[in-house]
């Protein structure tokens, strides 16, 4: 299994506060993607790296901000969280396409209610 | 802009049986990937099998195997000899160039005994 470690694993918050998640990969890969699962929805990506300091909007964007200061760690930041941000939140790596076996890896998710 | 559509919200099928799931995809490009994932109640997401878009050659996994009719742009999932442990959500995922991987809604896969 790919090395993809998401933290925290379950978070409660209430609405307007700050929240932070982590995501950290030791397998050296160049993209780092974040996506949010709700039902009827299936996952639908937030923002994605494609190398430190490198990062690009997907289609929910708004009210999310990331960062990727090293390659093995990318940040997801809800600057005031919102009921509407209550979710499942994945991380997944890939190689890029340079490579022969393109493909991503899932993290195991981070629970985020907002109350 | 490019789409993911699974148009079966859920599906069964009797342990031992063939089902094939359903995806069709929206693109103009012609160098891609397509993904079939499947996601068990521990909430993992797993990668089943992958096909490159310039393959002509549907790819195949043990019992999984894809139908991809680039013309059409579709991309279904056949699962022979359905077990158990196959019942999950299942999502198919399209990627080209721009490296952003856009999933489809999903279909939850019951296995009845």
């Known amino acids: 299994d790919a090395g993809i470690t998401q933290s925290p694993r379950h978070k409660v918050t209430e609405t307007g506060t700050p929240v932070t998640l982590r995501c950290h990969q030791t397998?050296?890969?160049?993209?780092m993607y974040w996506y949010r699962q709700d039902p009827g929805h299936g996952l639908r990506l937030i923002h994605y790296?494609?190398?430190?300091?490198?990062?690009d909007k997907g289609e929910v964007s708004d009210g999310y901000s990331v960062s990727r200061s090293k390659t093995e760690d990318f940040l997801l930041t809800l600057e005031s969280a919102t009921s509407s941000q209550t979710s499942v939140y994945f991380c997944?790596?890939?190689?890029?396409?340079?490579?022969?076996?393109?493909?991503?890896?899932f993290g195991s998710g981070t629970q985020l209610s907002v109350l | 802009a490019q789409t993911v559509t699974q148009s079966q919200p859920e599906m069964s099928v009797q342990e031992a049986e063939t089902v094939t799931l359903s995806c069709t995809y929206d693109?103009?490009?012609?160098?891609?990937?397509l993904f079939w994932y499947k996601q068990p109640p521990s909430r993992q997401m797993i990668l089943v099998i992958r096909?490159?878009?310039?393959?002509?050659q549907n790819a195949t996994e043990n019992r999984f195997s894809v139908n991809f009719q680039k013309a059409a742009k579709s991309f279904s999932l056949k699962i022979s000899d359905s077990q158990l442990g196959d019942a999950a959500m299942y999502f198919c995922?399209?990627?080209?160039?721009?490296?952003?991987?856009?999933f489809g809604k999903g279909t939850r896969l019951h296995i009845l005994p």
């Open positions: 997944a790596i890939s190689e890029g396409p340079t490579s022969t076996n393109e493909k991503l890896f």
């Open positions: 397998e050296n890969h160049r993209y």
């Open positions: 790296s494609y190398g430190v300091k490198d990062t």
């Open positions: 693109t103009s490009e012609s160098d891609y990937y």
């Open positions: 096909q490159e878009a310039y393959k002509q």
């Open positions: 995922a399209y990627k080209d160039r721009d490296d952003k991987i856009i």
